[in-house]
């Protein structure tokens, strides 16, 4: 009598963790490529056990890497459904990162045409500086010129009143005109 092992699990069990259907689990017992233990070893119709160390070993031997078997039809509507929904998600934040491409190139566009006006805006900001620069120089100038007349008629006005202070006799020996034309 064989001892059994300590790890038994179902063929269901089995099936599962080697990705196979029970129909292939109980094929490899029946080849003897895996030893299968009854539940009751006195009941002819007792439960299929398989040890688990076994199924192990045997799919790192002998076992090929297959891809996932389908799911029952009720897992691969789940499956679809939960597809759906990630794709609406999926599809809204897409909408949503457009329209936020949209807005930034919006903004940039913006900031590119403010770019421009600040810089017109700073081209007439120096050519009005300029500008103002200039009148100032110019009425600088004619104040300079006005002050300068100011003094010289000051000064006639000093020596005219000097000449009107003198008695008339010595008024008349000096030869002075009265009333000279400047070059003003």
């Not at 799919?59 to 090929?64: D, M, S």
């Amino acid at each position: 009598m064989k001892n059994r092992p300590d790890d038994l699990i179902t063929i269901a069990t089995g099936a599962k963790l080697a990705d196979r259907g029970k129909s292939t689990v109980r094929l490899w017992v029946r080849k003897g490529l895996i030893s299968g233990y009854k539940k009751n070893p006195k009941n002819k119709n007792s439960t299929l056990l398989v040890s688990q160390a076994e199924i192990m070993a045997h799919l790192a031997v002998n076992g090929k890497i297959n891809p996932p078997r389908p799911k029952s039809i009720d897992e691969i509507s789940v499956s679809a459904e939960q597809w759906l929904t990630e794709k609406e998600l999926l599809l809204e934040k897409i909408s949503s990162l457009e329209r936020e491409k949209e807005l930034m190139n919006q903004l940039l566009i913006q900031a590119q045409e403010n770019t421009k006006t600040h810089e017109l805006m700073n081209r007439q900001l120096i050519s009005a500086r300029e500008l103002a620069e200039s009148e100032l120089n110019r009425q600088i100038k004619a104040f300079e010129l006005a002050e300068e007349k100011n003094m010289r008629l000051s000064k006639r006005m000093d020596e005219l009143t000097v000449y009107m202070s003198m008695p008339w006799w010595k008024r008349w020996s000096l030869n002075t005109p009265l009333l000279t034309v400047s070059g003003d």
